[in-house]
């Protein structure tokens, strides 16, 4: 029961128990997004998209960096709190914040310069459509960080298979390559961290 409703929280966060599990995730993912923000090098003109921006943490430093971020998250709840703390961003058109799941994005194509994930991949139902549409959005020369724990230290916590799916880097590699990405590595800050970020670029 326990595994189930931390799955399912950490995939949706919602209600009162949301809110806990978003100021959680910041702190406990704090670095791995720092790393991952940094493997896109922004540059003050980029376009980016967050996929699965739960708590936020990444967004002050996004927003600071690059000329417009855009969030997509399947959670009610983060999108409306994101709109809420990031008002005047969106009121002046430098932020966009949107409830939808990455196998449909709701922007066109090339939309994007950079795009960024971390601990998401476990709730996508298929990696290939995933980085599909994430292919899809970026411009030529666009970056993909994504940021995970694999699955040789996930499956410990026994999560349940319905909602929670853990990957390995060579799964992800491969899937990130087959969308059409070039020149896919698995980053860390050091050999024994224990998550990856896989980086990527579009041709």
């Not at 994007?112 to 290939?128: G, Q």
């Not at 590699?173 to 969308?179: D, F, G, K, L, R």
Request: net charge positive; with cysteine; proline share 7%.
């Amino acid at each position: 029961m326990i595994p189930r409703v931390v799955a399912r929280q950490l995939s949706r966060p919602t209600g009162v128990l949301g809110a806990l599990f978003r100021r959680v995730m910041n702190r406990s993912n704090a670095k791995i997004n720092a790393f991952a923000v940094a493997q896109l090098e922004l540059a003050s003109t980029d376009r980016v998209l967050e996929i699965g921006f739960g708590g936020g943490v990444t967004l002050p430093q996004l927003l600071e960096h690059a000329a417009f971020v855009a969030g997509v998250d399947p959670s009610p709840d983060v999108v409306a709190r994101a709109h809420a703390h990031f008002a005047k961003a969106v009121a002046s058109g430098q932020a966009d914040f949107r409830e939808g799941v990455v196998e449909s994005l709701p922007f066109d194509n090339a939309s994007f310069d950079k795009v960024c994930s971390v601990n998401t991949i476990y709730f996508w139902p298929s990696l290939d459509r995933g980085f599909g549409e994430l292919h899809r959005v970026l411009a030529p020369r666009g970056r993909l960080a994504v940021g995970f724990t694999p699955k040789s230290r996930m499956d410990a916590f026994g999560f349940p298979s319905d909602i929670f799916t853990p990957r390995a880097p060579k799964d992800v590699v491969a899937s990130v390559t087959a969308a059409g990405f070039s020149g896919a590595r698995i980053a860390q800050p050091t050999p024994g961290t224990l998550w990856n970020v896989v980086v990527a670029w579009k041709d």
